[in-house]
């Protein structure tokens, strides 16, 4: 079974950091490249970093550059997203999200990032 498992949401004070996990089981993790995306209330999702097995290359929105750090442990086929210097506008549902060739094969389930101010 496929799965993607996210954690590590919760609610952090403005300023504050949090690392999100995504568990992945049930396919060949080196095959994939991962994104970690968000929605946040009355908006569209949009995608917040991304981390290639390819060419360990990564990829971040303007919004969260020099903030957030996507990583992977083959070992634990696991992706990370540390979030460090939260703001307000960080608040939303985080997902994590498998890819081949660009396009979104496996999503997680989702943890809700709240960050007051």
């Known amino acids: 079974e496929v799965q993607l498992v996210e954690s590590g949401g919760g609610l952090v004070q403005a300023g504050g950091s949090l690392r999100l996990s995504c568990a992945a089981s049930?396919?060949?993790?080196?095959?994939?490249?991962f994104g970690w995306f968000r929605q946040a209330p009355g908006k569209e999702r949009e995608v917040v970093a991304c981390?290639?097995?390819?060419?360990?290359?990564?990829h971040y929105v303007d919004s969260v550059k020099g903030r957030f750090t996507i990583s992977s442990n083959r070992a634990e086929n696991t992706v990370y997203l540390q979030m460090n210097s939260l703001k307000p506008e960080d608040t939303a549902v985080y997902y994590c999200?498998?890819?081949?060739?660009?396009?979104?094969?496996?999503w997680g389930q989702g943890t809700q990032v709240t960050v007051s101010s």
């Open positions: 999200n498998a890819l081949i060739g660009g396009i979104s094969i496996y």
């Open positions: 049930g396919f060949i993790f080196d095959d994939y490249a």
């Open positions: 981390f290639s097995h390819a060419d360990d290359g990564t």
